[in-house]
């Protein structure tokens, strides 16, 4: 194919998985962020893997093909479709007007063909232009679906394929993608490519999943005591990683250290941070056909089923109340904990040591620090190596220079916000809006009601062009409204600096949620976790002594007379939000 600047690939075999190519193209243009990615990893196996050196682990990009961006084209201009994509209607409506649409009929031979030669899951996923580009915060703003890919008739699997294809293309004129766009100045005529890929995994009776769904990073804005932040970070969670893009609980390690245990303060606190459920492709018997749902085939199970699929000996330490002590592996009787100690501790299949190593790669082959996502499947009843797919890469922003803030520093007069858990770096100033949940009468229970509130003083605020400082309680982000405020990173896209609180009854480690910090670090904004034994954390009292400019039944939104300072030092994770002259603090 040919593109503007775009690598030249093998035009798509209708063979699949029989083809040698494992990196195919459907049309010309361009092949979006999230493809050029899965390129630059593609290469730099290719070129850099010591696979001889790696015996246990098979380390690869699942079989793919790309629909570039001329399909899309051919898509919105034969359906006549660029006015819905203008209209500003609600998502819903939107993706129904996709729906009615027909793909090119150009393309519909090649779609057949692979859906009749796979009979395995497939994940569709969007590739846009802006999306995964370093310094465009568009991860995570547009829809990937999966389908089972198991119906007995051809014309169905087919039929699934082409409402997931049109359900992301619609994706791209979401309220979410409008906003971002209206926030960063993106281009007003988003393209978007569609990735065909592969789902890693195995499937166990109605369910197919992956062993191991994680993210790495070169940079950990969250290390912890005697860690440094270019030690990195790893994330792991049982199945799919929807888990960790939607900020659930997940397991979280130094690769250099990967023995090392979170700072809890007894095995029995860990039980109660670890994850619990997990997503999967729904395979056999459809749901009620829902196409404009992103998780149409996705269900959540718990660890007894994981349990009954055999998946969970090299996952889990067993947990024993009486001694309140933690065994890794399934060998003996109590309750599993999802610690993955024998992948960890044990280096099962060399995946620990080929992680670090891939992160490593990546780094060089992106010529900066880099994210990983990845997927592992293990069948050691087999015999076989471990398999690593990668599903993205892409740049991380690194720290910067020029802020230096020492302890005393974060409970000196005039600070409204201290403290030593920052993610970001630099100063933003300026900032004359807050917004903040109160926290008298906070309850997770109303966390839905809540995130509902921001989004509209949210909006009023974009449109006027004002970015504000947002303060809240547990995960930001988090799909799970128990573990925090289930926004997505649209609905607070004009905060400038985020305040995460964290509450005496109810701690909950800090999400790393792929997607929401990736836009983050994009965005220039800091995040600050708060915990309850801050020697400054939140001046709550002068919060509410301000003047409030609106206020809902959760939320207060104050207007300052003079601007907020952020200051964050990268270096020491230490942050402040000074308030301003004419402004005293408590």
Same mark, same amino acid.
């Given at each position: ?30 092949? %979006? ?15 850099? $893997? ?228 997990? $997503? ?193 309680? %547990? ?18 896209? %004009? ?86 002259? %004419?402004?005293?603090?408590?």
């Amino acid at each position: 194919m040919e593109g503007t600047g775009t690598p030249r690939f093998p035009d798509f075999d209708r063979r699949f998985f029989e083809s040698r190519e494992d990196f195919t193209v459907i049309g010309s243009g361009d092949l %979006g962020g999230k493809a050029l990615g899965l390129v630059l990893v593609k290469r730099m196996l290719e070129s850099d $893997w010591p696979a001889a050196s790696h015996p246990g682990v098979e380390a690869g990009i699942p079989r793919l093909t790309v629909l570039a961006t001329e399909v899309f084209d051919r898509f919105m201009d034969e359906n006549g479709l660029r006015e819905v994509a203008r209209s500003g209607w609600s998502d819903d409506r939107i993706a129904h007007a996709f729906q009615r649409a027909s793909l090119p009929a150009t393309i519909v031979g090649d779609l057949r063909a692979l859906v009749e030669s796979v009979r395995q899951p497939l994940a569709v996923r969007s590739s846009s232009l802006l999306e995964d580009a370093l310094g465009r915060p568009f991860a995570g703003v547009y829809a990937t679906k999966m389908t089972p890919n198991d119906a007995l008739d051809p014309g169905t699997r087919f039929q699934r394929l082409a409402e997931a294809i049109k359900f992301v293309y619609a994706s791209t004129f979401f309220a979410g993608a409008r906003d971002y766009l209206a926030v960063t100045g993106g281009a007003p005529e988003e393209k978007m490519a569609v990735v065909i890929q592969e789902v890693v995994g195995r499937r166990h009776g109605s369910r197919f999943y992956p062993d191991v769904s994680g993210v790495a990073r070169s940079l950990n804005f969250w290390a912890g005591s005697g860690a440094h932040p270019e030690e990195g970070v790893v994330t792991l969670a049982l199945g799919l990683g929807k888990t960790i893009v939607d900020g659930g609980l997940a397991w979280s390690y130094a690769p250099t250290r990967p023995r090392a245990n979170p700072p809890v303060a007894s095995p029995r606190d860990l039980v109660k941070l670890s994850q619990v459920k997990f $997503w999967a492709v729904r395979m056999g018997r459809p749901p009620e056909c829902d196409p404009v749902r992103e998780t149409e085939y996705l269900e959540q199970a718990g660890l007894p089923e994981a349990e009954a699929d055999g998946v969970l000996p090299p996952l889990v330490s067993t947990y024993d109340s009486a001694s309140d002590r933690m065994t890794p592996g399934a060998g003996s009787a109590g309750a599993r904990v999802l610690t993955f100690a024998p992948l960890l501790h044990h280096d099962l299949h060399g995946v620990a040591d080929a992680l670090r190593e891939l992160l490593a790669l990546a780094e060089r082959s992106l010529r900066g620090p880099a994210e990983v996502e990845f997927a592992v499947t293990l069948d050691a009843s087999r015999d076989l190596p471990a398999r690593i797919g990668f599903l993205q890469a892409r740049r991380m922003l690194a720290v910067g220079e020029g802020v230096e803030l020492a302890e005393q520093d974060l409970s000196a007069a005039g600070v409204v916000v201290g403290s030593a858990h920052v993610m970001g770096h630099g100063v933003a100033e300026g900032l004359r809006d807050l917004i903040y949940v109160r926290p008298s009468g906070f309850h997770f229970a109303e966390s839905r009601r809540i995130a509902g509130e921001i989004e509209a003083l949210n909006h009023r605020l974009v449109a006027e062009g004002r970015g504000y400082v947002l303060l809240g309680f %547990g995960r930001w982000g988090s799909s799970d409204p128990w573990l925090g405020i289930p926004v997505r990173w649209a609905q607070i896209s %004009g905060a400038r600096a985020i305040v995460e609180a964290t509450l005496p009854q109810s701690p909950v480690d800090p999400s790393q949620g792929s997607h929401f910090f990736h836009n983050l670090t994009s965005f220039g904004v800091s995040y600050f976790t708060v915990r309850p034994d801050e020697a400054r954390g939140v001046d709550w009292a002068w919060l509410d002594t301000r003047p409030a400019a609106s206020e809902t039944e959760f939320v207060r939104h104050v207007r300052l007379e003079a601007p907020l300072r952020v200051e964050v030092d990268g270096r020491s994770g230490r942050g402040v939000i000074r308030a301003g002259t %004419g402004e005293a603090t408590t």
